[in-house]
C-alpha cells in the first residue's frame, strides 16, 4: 500500500470517526490509503499530540449530547434544515451526527 501523507483535517476526521464506533482502523486506513497501525497511532495519541485532541470518550459524550438534542429537535417536526441553523452546521453533518451518535 502506497504512503499517503494525512492533513490536519484527514487526523481530526480519523479521530471523530473511530470515536463514532462505526469505523474500526482497518475502515479508516482504506478510506485514508494508509496503514492500520498508523490510524491506531493517531487514536493513541502516539503521533500528531501538537492536534490536542480530546479523549475519546470525551468527544463521544460531545458528539452524543449533540446527537440527543437533534434527535429531540427531528421528534418535535423540526426539518434537518432547521435544527442545521440552530446548530451552526450543515444539514448533511446533522444527519451524520444523528447516525453515528443518536443511539445510545
Known sequence: MPKQKLTV???K???ERYAS??????DLSYQFNVKP???LDIINRRTWQDL???PLE?????KHKKAWAA??????????FEI?????ISPHEVLELVEDYGEN
Do not use: C, Q, W
Request: charged share 30%; hydrophobic share 30%.
Open 84 to 88: 442545521g441553523m440552530r446548530m451552526g
Open 71 to 80: 434527535r429531540a429537535l427531528l421528534d418535535e417536526g423540526n426539518s434537518y
Open 13 to 15: 476526521t480519523i479521530y
Open 37 to 39: 497501525d498508523t490510524v
Open 21 to 26: 464506533g462505526k469505523y474500526n482502523e482497518f
Open 9 to 11: 483535517a484527514d487526523v
Open 58 to 62: 470525551e468527544l463521544r459524550y460531545e
Open 52 to 54: 490536542n485532541l480530546p
